[in-house]
Each structure stands twice: as structure tokens, then as C-alpha cells.
């Protein structure tokens, strides 16, 4: 099955403890990103990654790191939590390829609820 | 920068009655894709539908069509014969090709019984 998968789904840990949210899709995708839900914000990017060893940042990058070094996965690094980072997380992915029908639409994970105490 | 505006919060609707969900954007590019995804209570993000700015017919999936006014950069979303599988978080969202994705703030749905 095409999935997304990224693990854990829910993670409760205290400031500054160091901790990464992984994320690995199996449809070949070159394009793969992290956003994060707020209420009334709806979803933000932090990282996105165009294809293995290249990544960039989004809206909302502060505190957080990623690396690309396989197509498939595309781990979220939070170096030192902070409350402010407790959010409900998701990671995604799409193939992008010219202007074909299948391609561009993001396919999410079931998405990681973190509280940072 | 490009922006995404659902001016709707909240919205309900009873059983097997129609809504209709707002959506405007904006952007300079000419060459688009616009979203419609779905969260759930179970949080998966499912996508809808999908329009491809350069073709004028609205997009249709079953009960669910938008209302494509590309000069207006408007994109609603009509829900016909709601069923209460249809409560969830509705999102509108664009891409400009190969480029990212930008999220609407969402319109929490509730079909009412």
C-alpha cells in the first residue's frame, strides 16, 4: 500500500530533551516536507525537501532540523523542545514531475501529536 | 506572498442538506493547482478534489464539486446530500506548479442529524 508513514503518533516529553519524529513514504516521491497544525493557523511548513540531500526551509523553521540523505525518509529533529513546539505534526510527500495528472497531490501521514512540557 | 483565506471557522449543516464552503486565495502566477483536503476526527488529511487552474470546468467527485472563479481567485467547495461521515476540518489549499503547498486556516464542518 502507498503510504506515508511517520512514528511516533503521540510523544509527551519535557523541554529541552532532544527527540526525533521520523517519517519514511514508499511511492518513490523526490518531494517530501513537515508542517505543523495550530488551531486557527491551519498548517504551516517547517522543512521541505526536493530531493535527497537537498532541503530547505519553510514558513515556520525556527528550532527545528532535518536531513535527506535517503529518497525515502526525511526525519524531523527537534534539538532542544520547547513548549511552544507542542503541536500536532505531519509529514508528506508527492511525486511532482511536469503537470501530469497523478502528480502534485500530497499524500500526509497520519500525522504525530507532541506536548512539550 | 501567496495567501489562502477560508472566511468561514465554522460551519454546520443538517443531514442530506447542501453546503457550500469558501475559499479565496492569492497569487500572481498564472499556472496553479488548487486543493480541497478533508481532516477527519481521526486527524488523516484526506484529499477531496482537486482543479487545475488552467481548465475552465469545475471539478466533481460524487457529492462533492467546487466553484472554480479563477479572475475572482475564488474556490468553493459544495457538499451535496451531507452525511455525517462529513464532519471534519475542510482545508483549501494551492500549489504553483512544482512549487509548495499553502494551507487555508480550515472550516470545521458539522453535519447535524
Known amino acids: 500500500e502507498a503510504q506515508v508513514t511517520q512514528n511516533p503518533r503521540y510523544l509527551i516529553t519535557v523541554t529541552g530533551k532532544k527527540l526525533t519524529v521520523t517519517c519514511s513514504q514508499n511511492m518513490n516521491h523526490e518531494y517530501m516536507s513537515w508542517y505543523r497544525q495550530d488551531p486557527g493557523l491551519g498548517l504551516r511548513q517547517i522543512y521541505y525537501?526536493?530531493?535527497?540531500?537537498?532541503?530547505d526551509k519553510g514558513d515556520v523553521p525556527e528550532g527545528y532540523k532535518v536531513s535527506r540523505k535517503e529518497k525515502r525518509n526525511f526525519p524531523l529533529i527537534l534539538e532542544s523542545p520547547s513548549p511552544n513546539q507542542t503541536s500536532l505534526y505531519f509529514c508528506a510527500s508527492r511525486d511532482g514531475q511536469g503537470q501530469s495528472s497523478g502528480a502534485n497531490v500530497l499524500t500526509f501521514g497520519a500525522g504525530s501529536r507532541l506536548t512539550v512540557l | 506572498a501567496q495567501t489562502v483565506t477560508q472566511s468561514q471557522p465554522e460551519m454546520s449543516v443538517q443531514e442530506a442538506e447542501t453546503v457550500t464552503l469558501s475559499c479565496t486565495y492569492d497569487t500572481s502566477e498564472n499556472n496553479y493547482y488548487l486543493f480541497w483536503y478533508k481532516q477527519p476526527p481521526s486527524r488523516q488529511m484526506i484529499l477531496v478534489i482537486r482543479?487545475?487552474?488552467?481548465?475552465?470546468q469545475n471539478a466533481t467527485e460524487n457529492r462533492f464539486s467546487v466553484n472554480f472563479q479563477k479572475a475572482a481567485k475564488s474556490f468553493s467547495l459544495k457538499i451535496s446530500d451531507s452525511q455525517l461521515g462529513d464532519t471534519a476540518m475542510y482545508f483549501c489549499?494551492?500549489?504553483?506548479?512544482?512549487?509548495?503547498?499553502?494551507f487555508g486556516p480550515g472550516t470545521r464542518l458539522s453535519v447535524l442529524p
Open positions: 525537501s526536493m530531493n535527497v540531500e537537498v532541503t
Open positions: 482543479q487545475e487552474a488552467y481548465k475552465q
Open positions: 489549499a494551492f500549489m504553483i506548479y512544482g512549487q509548495n503547498f499553502v
